[in-house]
C-alpha cells in the first residue's frame, strides 16, 4: 500500500513473495503509478519469479530515485539469490533518476556478489550507496570496491559527453568483514570518487596497517567530508598516526566516529594536537569511547574543544582511562554546557549535546603505561618494516654483471649457433 502518491511501500509485511501469482496481488498501486519516486520492499522475502516480475513493473518507473532492496532474501538459497538480485538490478540500471539503493541486511558473500558488481560498476546515476551487514568478506569487498572505481571511470566518461552526473557522495559499508585484505582497492576507490561527504565504514575487523592505507592513500582526497564513521576497527598507534596527519584537511567534516577502535594512549594524544590546528571548526560530534585514552590525551581533547572546535556539541568518551573528577573533563563538560545555553535554540534535544554516559570509565596504572610504551615501540617497529618493505619494491632490480653470468650467457649463445 502507497504511503503516498510518490512512495510505494510493502515495508515489513513480512511478505514471501515466490511466485507471479503471489506478487501481483501486492503491486496494483505500483503498476498503475506514473510518478512514484520511492520504493520500499524490506523486511519481505523474495523469490526468484517474483523479483523477474518486480524488475519488469520498476523498469518502467522513469522517475524512481530511491529503492530501499534491505532484507529482501531472508530464508532463500543461495543459488536463488544472484538471478532474483540480478532481475532487481538490471531492471534499476536503466532508471535514469535512481540515485540511492539500501541493500542492507541480505547475505551475498562472493558467492552472490556478481550482480551487485555489475550494477555498481555501470549505474551513472549513483549518489548514495547503503551496504551494511552484507556478509562480504575481503574478496567480495575488493570486487565492490574495484566496481566503485569503475563506476568512476564511467561518470568521467559520461562528463566529458556532457551529461551532467552526480558525485557518489554516501557510502556505507559496515559488518561487512572487509578486513586489511580489501583496504588497498577502498582506499583507490576513495581516491577516486574526491566528492564523496558521508563513509561509514564500521565494525569491518579493519587492522591498524589497513586503518592507516585507508586514510593515507584513500580518506585524505575527501576534502569535503561531513560524516565519517570508521567505529568498532582497530587504530592502535600506527592507525592514530595517519588519522593525525589527514584530520586537518577534513574542513567540513561535521561527524566523527573513532569509537572502540583501540586509539592507545599517544594515539590520543596524538590525534587531540591534530584538532587543536584549528581546522576542523565544523565538527559537531566527537564519538571517542573505549580508546584507551588517558588524562593527558583528555587534557588535549579538551583544550581543542575549547580554543579550536567552535561547534563542538557532543563528545563520546566513556570506557576511556581517566577519572570521573579530572580537571579537564570538568572543563569539557562545561564547555560543552555554555555552547548548548548559547547556541541550542529554544528547543534543545538533549542526546545531542554534551557528554555520554561516563559509567564505564577506568584508572590508569602504571603497568598499564608500561604495556602502552611496549605497543607504541612495536607499533615503531611495524611501520618502520612497512616502509621499509615498501621501498624495496619500488627498488629497481639490478642486474648483474658478474663474469659468472657473463660466461654462462656466452656459452648458451655458443649453443645456439651450433
Known amino acids: 500500500m502507497a504511503l503516498s502518491t510518490k512512495i ?4 515489513g509485511k513480512g511478505l514471501k513473495l515466490d511466485t507471479a501469482a503471489d506478487v501481483e496481488p501486492h503491486i496494483k498501486d505500483l503498476r498503475a503509478s506514473q510518478d512514484v519516486e520511492e520504493v520500499r520492499f524490506l523486511g519481505n522475502t523474495l523469490g526468484v519469479e517474483a523479483c523477474k516480475v518486480l ?29 532474483a538480485l540480478s532481475s532487481l538490478l538490471t531492471a534499476l540500471l536503466t ?11 541480505n547475505a551475498f558473500g562472493l558467492n552472490t556478489q556478481a550482480p551487485l558488481v555489475a550494477f555498481l560498476s555501470s549505474h551513472v546515476p549513483l549518489q548514495h550507496l547503503i551496504l551494511n551487514n552484507n556478509g562480504l568478506g575481503p574478496h567480495a569487498g575488493i570486487l565492490i570496491a574495484d566496481a566503485l572505481s569503475s563506476l568512476h571511470a564511467k561518470k568521467e566518461e559520461a562528463r566529458m559527453a556532457g551529461t551532467v552526473v552526480p558525485n557518489l557522495e554516501t557510502v556505507i559499508c559496515g559488518r561487512n568483514r ?12 576513495y581516491s577516486l570518487h574526491t566528492g564523496v561527504k558521508e563513509i561509514k565504514m564500521v565494525q569491518n575487523g579493519i587492522r591498524q596497517e589497513g586503518i592507516s592505507h585507508l586514510i593515507t592513500d584513500g580518506l585524505s582526497h575527501a576534502k569535503g567530508i561531513k560524516i565519517l564513521d570508521l567505529q568498532d576497527n582497530t587504530f592502535t598507534l600506527l592507525g592514530a598516526k595517519a588519522l593525525a596527519r589527514v584530520v586537518p584537511s577534513w574542513t567540513e567534516i561535521q561527524e566523527l566516529g573513532i569509537g572502540d577502535s583501540l586509539l592507545s594512549a599517544k594515539g590520543g594524544v596524538l590525534f587531540a594536537d591534530a584538532l587543536s590546528k584549528g581546522e576542523n571548526k565544523k565538527l559537531e560530534i566527537l564519538r ?8 593527558k ?7 581543542a574543544a575549547k580554543e579550536a572546535l567552535p561547534a563542538l556539541k557532543k563528545v563520546e568518551l566513556n570506557g576511556n582511562k581517566f577519572s570521573e573528577e579530572d580537571a579537564a573533563l570538568v572543563g569539557l563538560r562545561e564547555t560543552l554546557e555554555e555552547r548548548k545555553e ?27 603505561d608500561e604495556a602502552e610504551e611496549e605497543e607504541e615501540e612495536a607499533e615503531e617497529l611495524r611501520e618502520k618494516l612497512l616502509e621499509d618493505a615498501e621501498e624495496a619494491q619500488e627498488e629497481p632490480v ?3 654483471q658478474d663474469k659468472e653470468v657473463d660466461d654462462l650467457a656466452e656459452a648458451l649463445k655458443k649453443k645456439v649457433e651450433i
Open 297 to 303: 590525551g583528555l587534557q588535549g581533547f579538551a583544550k
Open 95 to 105: 532508471l535514469p533518476k535512481l540515485h540511492t539503493i539500501n541493500l542492507n541486511d
Open 8 to 11: 510505494f511501500s510493502l515495508e
Open 398 to 400: 639490478a642486474q648483474r
Open 342 to 368: 548559547k547556541l541550542g535554540g529554544d528547543v534543545i534535544l538533549e542526546d545531542e549535546w554534551g557528554l555520554d554516559s561516563l559509567s564505564d570509565l577506568e584508572e590508569d596504572s602504571d603497568e598499564e
Open 288 to 295: 571517542l569511547q573505549y580508546n584507551d585514552i588517558t588524562a
Open 178 to 189: 572487509l578486513e586489511n585484505g580489501s583496504m588497498s582497492a577502498w582506499a583507490k576507490a
Open 55 to 83: 524488475g519488469e513493473v520498476l523498469e518502467t518507473k522513469k522517475t524512481l530515485q530511491i529503492a530501499n532492496l534491505a532484507d529482501i532474501f531472508t530464508g532463500r538459497l543461495l543459488n536463488e539469490i544472484p538471478q
